[in-house]
């Protein structure tokens, strides 16, 4: 009998599984995978989750994994082109984009070492139940054995495909349309100078810089013309890189060195994350579009939050649901304004005459260019920086609407 079963041990798994044990709790962790390995992903974490790193004496390891530390931002909107970096939060404003083959591995050793039992090349089957309390997982080992291990509390962090969101029905709400699809490759040989986004319409384009001296480039069009685009990935990747022809010059003087990778199940919601004996984290409670990047940064924060609520519950500081609901309130306060905010991106619809306003007026000012790229990055709060107050300041126009970018 566990504390915890922790069900994916990836960026939310790990992370959870790890603050636990070191919170004195009992934690089994269980994937399907073996580490390293690979899996899909934006890469990025941003200054909000390198200060978890540091705080948990994890970045270090990343640093030393030789990923190119990332302190320079290059928005090109189009029609003006905004460079900038973030303002601090924590002490940290750099942001780092590693392989998943090397910052997961760095998390599942994080949770070895802090006293975490780990079980890899192990498939969860059936979540176990009496009535609407969840008491464990039944699954195979690697070698092919039924194995059924029981626990106090049972956490998904298994994906937006969760078995464990599934086998409890876990209800969905704020739910928005698959958006867009997405691919992304890596290149060898390409100068970059930190991270480049570039915004047109119906297209975004990522260019960052990654381990082994590689740059990823990613991009993204709108999911009815994915079933097109996938009927020549190459060619039409290739021709949604021209739109941004500077980065084209410099991909071509290099190679591509790896295959293509991409989806079009890229879903917005967010699922209730706790009930009877069973809670989620990470993708499994709550996803969104990759546009923003946000991915493994708000896994580590649910991971965080999800941590205290279960200790403070186990420990009787606070009744485990009252602890849990906190979680859900603390989580939703979080990430909805990035989750509103990066569901406009991600409609990619042309910008309003407003917000073209507001990027011609950052040109140049360099304080508040920065502090749009906080915005962006997570140090700067949304709500703060694109209200009709601050918009207003930066246009000098009293009375000013907000302004929301892709609005």
Same mark, same amino acid.
């Given at each position: +009998?566990?504390?915890?079963?922790?069900?994916? !041990?990836?960026?939310? &798994?790990? #992370?959870?599984? %790890?603050?636990?044990?070191?919170?004195?709790?009992?934690?089994?962790?269980?994937?399907?995978?073996?580490?390293?390995?690979?899996? %899909?992903?934006?890469?990025? /974490?941003? #200054?909000?989750?390198?200060?978890?790193?540091?705080?948990?004496?994890?970045?270090?390891?990343?640093?030393?994994?030789?990923?190119?530390?990332?302190?320079?931002?290059?928005?090109?909107?189009?029609?003006?082109?905004?460079?900038?970096? #973030?303002?601090? /939060?924590?002490?940290?404003?750099?942001?780092?984009?590693?392989?998943?083959?090397?910052?997961?591995?760095? =998390?599942?050793?994080?949770?070895?070492?802090?006293?975490?039992?780990?079980?890899?090349?192990?498939?969860?089957?059936?979540?176990? +139940?009496?009535?609407?309390?969840?008491?464990?997982?039944? $699954?195979?080992?690697?070698?092919?054995?039924?194995?059924?291990?029981? !626990?106090? @509390?049972? /956490?998904?962090?298994?994906? *937006?495909?969760?078995?464990?969101?599934? !086998?409890?029905?876990?209800?969905?709400?704020?739910?928005?349309?698959?958006?867009?699809?997405?691919?992304?490759?890596?290149?060898?040989?390409?100068?970059?100078? &930190?991270?480049?986004?570039?915004?047109?319409? $119906?297209?975004?384009?990522?260019?960052?810089?990654?381990?082994?001296?590689?740059?990823?480039?990613?991009?993204?069009?709108?999911?009815?013309?994915?079933?097109?685009?996938?009927?020549?990935?190459? $060619?039409?990747? *290739?021709?949604?890189?021209? =739109?941004?022809?500077?980065?084209?010059?410099?991909?071509?003087? &290099?190679?591509?060195?790896?295959?293509?990778? &991409?989806?079009?199940?890229?879903?917005?919601?967010?699922?209730?994350?706790?009930?009877?004996?069973? !809670?989620?984290?990470?993708?499994?409670?709550?996803?969104?579009?990759?546009?923003?990047?946000?991915? @493994?940064?708000?896994?580590?924060?649910?991971?965080?939050? =999800?941590?205290?609520?279960?200790?403070?519950?186990?420990?009787?500081?606070?009744?485990?649901?009252?602890?849990?609901?906190?979680?859900?309130?603390?989580?939703?306060?979080?990430? +909805?304004?990035?989750?509103?905010?990066?569901?406009? @991106?991600?409609?990619?619809?042309?910008?309003?005459?407003?917000?073209?306003?507001?990027?011609?007026? =950052?040109? $140049?000012?360099?304080?508040?260019?920065?502090?749009?790229?906080?915005?962006? +990055?997570?140090?700067? #709060? /949304?709500?703060?920086?694109?209200?009709?107050?601050?918009?207003?300041?930066?246009?000098?126009?009293?009375?000013?609407?907000?302004?929301?970018?892709?609005?």
């Amino acid at each position: +009998m566990y504390d915890a079963i922790v069900v994916g !041990a990836r960026c939310a &798994g790990s #992370p959870v599984a %790890m603050l636990l044990a070191r919170k004195g709790w009992s934690v089994l962790l269980v994937d399907k995978n073996a580490f390293p390995s690979d899996t %899909m992903s934006t890469h990025f /974490i941003h #200054p909000t989750g390198i200060a978890r790193l540091k705080r948990w004496d994890l970045l270090d390891k990343v640093v030393a994994s030789d990923c190119p530390q990332i302190s320079r931002w290059l928005f090109d909107m189009g029609h003006v082109t905004l460079t900038g970096r #973030p303002p601090p /939060i924590d002490g940290v404003a750099e942001s780092y984009c590693p392989r998943r083959t090397i910052l997961d591995d760095i =998390l599942v050793r994080g949770a070895r070492e802090a006293g975490v039992e780990l079980r890899e090349g192990f498939t969860v089957r059936e979540v176990l +139940m009496e009535g609407p309390q969840v008491v464990g997982i039944c $699954g195979e080992s690697r070698g092919g054995a039924s194995v059924t291990e029981r !626990a106090s @509390i049972v /956490i998904g962090a298994d994906g *937006l495909r969760s078995t464990v969101a599934r !086998a409890v029905a876990a209800p969905v709400y704020e739910e928005r349309p698959v958006l867009c699809c997405a691919y992304y490759t890596y290149w060898a040989d390409v100068p970059v100078e &930190g991270a480049e986004f570039y915004l047109r319409e $119906g297209r975004v384009v990522f260019a960052f810089p990654t381990n082994d001296g590689l740059v990823c480039t990613f991009v993204e069009w709108p999911r009815g013309e994915f079933e097109t685009f996938r009927s020549d990935v190459e $060619g039409n990747f *290739l021709r949604t890189l021209e =739109l941004a022809p500077d980065l084209a010059r410099r991909l071509r003087s &290099g190679r591509r060195a790896r295959h293509f990778v &991409g989806t079009a199940e890229l879903p917005n919601f967010f699922r209730k994350p706790y009930g009877p004996g069973w !809670a989620l984290a990470g993708d499994a409670g709550h996803h969104k579009d990759p546009c923003g990047g946000f991915g @493994i940064s708000d896994a580590f924060r649910d991971a965080e939050l =999800l941590a205290d609520a279960i200790d403070a519950g186990f420990s009787k500081r606070r009744p485990l649901e009252e602890a849990l609901t906190g979680y859900e309130s603390e989580r939703n306060r979080a990430a +909805m304004p990035a989750y509103e905010h990066n569901c406009r @991106i991600a409609s990619l619809q042309p910008q309003s005459a407003r917000t073209r306003a507001l990027y011609a007026a =950052l040109a $140049g000012n360099q304080v508040d260019t920065d502090r749009f790229v906080g915005a962006v +990055m997570g140090t700067v #709060p /949304i709500p703060e920086f694109f209200s009709p107050a601050n918009i207003g300041r930066i246009l000098g126009v009293n009375g000013a609407p907000a302004v929301l970018q892709g609005s």
